[in-house]
């Protein structure tokens, strides 16, 4: 891809041609399609970028205090070494932009979709560039009534309304501001979206009509009369309620003039980059305040909120640099009553392969300008650089018995899965491990377990015990299976398997070295009726449809499966159930995978819609919501083949209508998802050593529930050929 350079020994400016970024975690690959060149701060990035050492050096003094305390600590020639390397490295340029989501990294399925316009924001982040990798609180949707080229001046449009915010005019305050830049314009506009009265201060009378035509009440041009007598005559002799310097200068005059506009105990905001000395008497008999706005917003400067995902408590910090700029997109649009006018403020219009004269433009002043824009047409693709996968299989062993370990014991391990096991004559339940010793000890004597730990290798390095259930947090769940497999003993564990491919890998390679099998929580496979199901469809001839509606409701705010780390969400923590379950009933091979999500308003994905491709031309859809009313059925199975009908009603009910007969059969007292019947067949397993489930099924539906995510993240559909999954 190409993207503008900057060398910062001599500031010399290329577009070049260099690697395209990787989607990460909680980050979006965005294809740029326009940037903005800010010409006040590029302006004095490239400028200092092109001056000697020695203007370098009295530009930023602090710079010259570490070289010096680095002399001292290491030596001249080290420092000079490190110093030269530094200005050596490129600098990427641009730090406000727009593009098309080419894909969405892991954790932001539903949040962002491909295909969607952002805006984006950073130093660093929102480059001149044709791709660009942005984190999640630095990249926003647009409204569709708004452009790309419009989007691009989100990023200044937060740095105007953070200023504003910080002012906090009300309605009818009169509000100056100095420099009719293109921050000033911006600042202007949101002033007077705020309520307030605003009078423009410049230099240049073309871009104080523009301000005018922008809805500043007044405009005033400096150096043609005194400032501070026309600023009273608008405000009544009261002078004005706050000012904004929205001017580039090295000059502190800006502060001078804002001190005679200003009213008493007015608030005075620094927006751009001036000189910063100021009257100290007039501020003092005025009692005046000074604020520093910190550019974009709450979130600015820290690493843990940009870079780390971090978010704020919003009774706390109500408006981020991220609501900043979804804000900022909002006002854009044109269905507002009272809009953001930023294509006003375009004055010229480059494509990307002319990077190069744009900021000749903006260097040299050659011509009047105000708002640059990059436009970037078609750009090139980014290559997919997926994981690959192979998979082979072993024997397992027998065993003459089932001795049994337990590592977490959950409210579903306790309830639904260790009580089945502790009832089965042919288990001995020998050790259970829990995080806390209070729990292992109480629950594993109430269960029966002969002894109690919080150490899983007393389990794992134990020879007697010849079989494992895992039921600790999703997180664990690969770890966990791969090293009881490496251990030689056989696996349960709750769904899911693998949070990624690489750990799915992890569990495939350790089954591959090893004499026992794994099992995975998918109990509905197990379910009577869905026994029936399969049955309905192996007796008919050609391809089937199957659809599968899950009416899960809400989770609660505190839920664990919110967290990021640990419960990676209910694609990952529940679909994977009902994709298990087509894959099931369907009984072909998978070939691919298609996934839309709706709008994850409240942060996480939970509202999606996956099909499954099969290769006997047999579909699978399944609609997981959690928009529905709870008191309505939760399951809703059905499935269609060679003009019969099969549906399954909440593990309650069953019917087959065929040949237009209609049998229903209903259980009365509760559903029966299989549980019993999933643990009965795992011992079955241990004792008998043959696994109770085909192995590569289960590896086919975790993989598959991971394509489901990756075509949420892609935008397209996912073909299983593409991880190379086979069996030896």
């Not at 201060?201 to 005033?220: F, I, M």
């Not at 001078?256 to 000189?275: F, H, K, N, S, Y």
């Not at 008999?285 to 820290?302: A, F, H, M, T």
């Amino acid at each position: 891809m190409k993207q503008v350079i900057q060398n910062a020994r001599g500031g010399k400016l290329r577009l070049k041609s260099v690697p395209a970024p990787e989607v990460q975690r909680n980050t979006v690959l965005v294809r740029t399609m326009a940037s903005l060149i800010s010409a006040g701060t590029e302006r004095q990035m490239v400028g200092f970028a092109q001056s000697t050492l020695l203007s370098k050096a009295r530009t930023r003094p602090d710079l010259v205090r570490k070289v010096l305390d680095k002399v001292s600590r290491d030596g001249a020639m080290a420092t000079l070494k490190s110093v030269m390397a530094r200005l050596d490295e490129p600098l990427p340029l641009g730090y406000s932009a727009a593009g098309t989501v080419m894909e969405v990294g892991a954790g932001l399925e539903g949040r962002f979709k491909v295909g969607q316009l952002v805006a984006m924001a950073g130093t660093s982040i929102a480059n001149h560039a044709e791709f660009n990798v942005v984190p999640e609180n630095l990249v926003v949707p647009v409204p569709a009534d708004v452009s790309a080229e419009q989007a691009s001046f989100c990023t200044l449009c937060s740095i105007a309304m953070h200023s504003v915010r910080l002012v906090g005019p009300q309605l009818g305050d009169f509000v100056a501001v100095l420099g009719a830049g293109l921050v000033g314009q911006l600042v202007s506009q949101f002033a007077r979206l705020a309520g307030a009265r605003v009078i423009v201060l410049d230099y240049n009378a073309k871009r104080l009509e523009l301000a005018k035509t922008n809805g500043a009440e007044t405009v005033v041009l400096l150096g043609s009369g005194n400032p501070a007598e026309a600023v009273l005559d608008v405000t009544h002799g009261k002078g004005c309620d706050s000012v904004m310097i929205a001017a580039a200068t090295q000059s502190s005059e800006p502060f001078l003039t804002a001190a005679e506009i200003a009213r008493d105990r007015a608030t005075v905001c620094q927006v751009g980059i001036t000189g910063t000395e100021f009257p100290y008497r007039l501020f003092m008999q005025k009692e005046l305040n000074i604020i520093v706005s910190r550019s974009y917003g709450p979130g600015r400067y820290d690493r843990d909120f940009e870079n780390r995902h971090m978010k704020y408590p919003a009774g706390y910090v109500r408006w981020t640099e991220t609501d900043n700029l979804r804000d900022s997109a909002r006002l854009m649009s044109p269905s507002q009553s009272a809009h953001l006018d930023v294509t006003s403020l375009i004055s010229h219009r480059f494509p990307f392969d002319r990077a190069e004269e744009a900021y000749e433009l903006v260097m040299n002043g050659t011509e009047p300008h105000l708002g640059v824009v990059l436009e970037y047409g078609g750009a090139g693709e980014v290559a997919d650089d997926r994981p690959r996968m192979t998979l082979s299989n072993t024997k397992p062993a027998a065993n003459a018995r089932c001795v049994l370990g337990a590592i977490g014991a959950g409210n579903f391990g306790k309830t639904m899965i260790l009580p089945v096991l502790k009832a089965d004559p042919r288990v001995q339940l020998h050790t259970l491990v829990t995080a806390r010793g209070v729990s292992s000890s109480g629950t594993g004597a109430k269960l029966g377990f002969s002894q109690a730990s919080t150490d899983s290798k007393d389990i794992l390095e134990n020879s007697e015990i010849s079989a494992v259930v895992v039921t600790t947090p999703h997180s664990t769940h690969a770890a966990m299976v791969a090293s009881a497999l490496a251990a030689g003993k056989h696996v349960f564990v709750e769904k899911p398997l693998a949070l990624n491919l690489e750990e799915l890998q992890k569990v495939i390679e350790a089954r591959n070295r090893s004499s026992a099998f794994f099992m995975v929580g998918f109990n509905r496979r197990f379910a009577p009726y869905v026994q029936e199901a399969r049955k309905f469809l192996k007796l008919r001839t050609g391809r089937s449809m199957i659809f599968i509606r899950i009416n899960a409701g809400q989770l609660p705010p505190e839920s664990w499966q919110r967290d990021a780390e640990e419960g990676q969400g209910r694609i990952l923590g529940e679909l994977c159930h009902f994709v298990d379950l087509a894959m099931y009933l369907a009984d072909s091979p998978l070939v691919s995978v298609s996934a839309e999500a709706a709008d994850a308003v409240r942060g996480l994905c939970e509202d999606v819609s996956a099909t499954l491709h099969f290769a006997d031309g047999s579909l699978a859809s399944i609609v997981y919501t959690t928009l529905g009313d709870t008191s309505f059925s939760k399951e809703l199975i059905e499935c269609y083949k060679s003009a019969a009908v099969c549906r399954i009603e909440n593990f309650r009910e069953i019917t087959i209508v065929a040949n237009g007969k209609k049998v229903l059969k209903k259980i009365s007292m509760s559903q029966d998802k299989g549980h019993n019947a999933q643990i009965k067949a795992f011992v079955d397993g241990v004792v008998s050593g043959v696994p109770p489930v085909d192995e590569q099924s289960v590896i086919d539906s975790s993989l598959a529930t991971l394509l489901v995510l990756n075509a949420l993240r892609l935008g397209h559909p996912v073909e299983l050929n593409d991880q190379e999954l086979t069996v030896k």
